[in-house]
């Protein structure tokens, strides 16, 4: 009934809601409330709020990574060793250790029957310096090759360390920016599907029916029914009465009933004598 054109003049609900064309009625609402659904798909407020235009973080997106790209980073010197812990270490290294010769005077000390001992000391003096000259090369040279590795170390990360910041930078903004985008279709979904269930609406008018038709207006069924019927013969009842109004003839004498008069028991009046 209230969705007939013309019911309620210059109302039309969906200017009211500022909607394109007819698409919304009391029983299409009615009946989407019903279902529980939420407001902004029963009254269609897609149509005057645009959700994924409000929402659309990739237009941020560019001029945020634009922003962190024109990012200048610069870092103080990084030196892993200075001039003089170089030195100390070069040092360190041409000093060395003395030989250990423990092991070889305990072998010296043991009676040997056998063999030349000439030849054995010949042996044993080659010996101690081959173990001098490698034990003097050996630190020296894995110092020099550790402190070659320390120096094209500090020269990488002088290079390379501002690039490796933006790119982790970067890396770490565009995963902001997918947690950004999860969160807003998570938004999106609740406003649109979950947020203002319009059930409760549609409970209530089914009450208020309830409440009006089968306790109020069923209660008095009698009563309407006995209306009903009076009106239903009312008219016949006119128009019998006006049928039967020609026969009606006035009296020219009232019949009023009057009672019959005594006259025993009548006080005589005394008359005058001439």
């Not at 009211?16 to 009946?31: C, H, P, Q, V």
């Not at 010296?108 to 063999?115: A, K, R, W």
């Not at 920016?177 to 008018?205: G, N």
């Not at 089914?206 to 009106?231: K, P, R």
């Amino acid at each position: 009934l209230l969705d007939t054109p013309g019911m309620i003049p210059n109302f039309n609900l969906s200017e009211l809601l500022g909607l394109k064309g007819d698409t919304a009625n009391f029983s299409e609402i009615y009946r989407q409330c019903q279902q529980d659904a939420s407001l902004w798909q029963t009254l269609h407020l897609d149509q005057t709020v645009s959700l994924d235009e409000l929402l659309n973080i990739s237009q941020y997106a560019g001029s945020i990574s634009t922003a962190f790209e024109k990012m200048n980073i610069s870092l103080s010197p990084i030196s892993l060793l200075n001039q003089r812990q170089k030195e100390l270490l070069l040092n360190a290294s041409r000093a060395g250790q003395p030989p250990n010769f423990t092991l070889t005077l305990e072998q010296l000390d043991q009676n040997m029957t056998q063999g030349s001992l000439l030849d054995l000391a010949a042996e044993l003096e080659q010996l101690a310096e081959e173990v001098v000259r490698d034990q003097h090369l050996s630190p020296q040279g894995q110092t020099t090759a550790a402190l070659d590795k320390a120096n094209k170390t500090q020269e990488f990360l002088e290079r390379e360390t501002p690039n490796i910041i933006k790119n982790e930078t970067l890396a770490f903004l565009e995963q902001l920016l997918d947690f950004f985008e999860t969160y807003i279709s998570w938004a999106k979904s609740r406003v649109t599907e979950d947020v203002a269930r319009c059930k409760p609406i549609a409970q209530s008018l089914d009450n208020v029916e309830v409440i009006g038709c089968d306790y109020i207006m069923d209660s008095v069924n009698a009563f309407w029914f006995s209306l009903g019927w009076c009106t239903l013969f009312l008219l016949p009842s006119i128009i019998l009465a006006v049928r039967l109004a020609k026969f009606y003839r006035r009296m020219d004498i009232a019949d009023v009933y009057r009672p019959p008069t005594f006259n025993s028991y009548k006080i005589p009046r005394p008359s005058t004598r001439h």
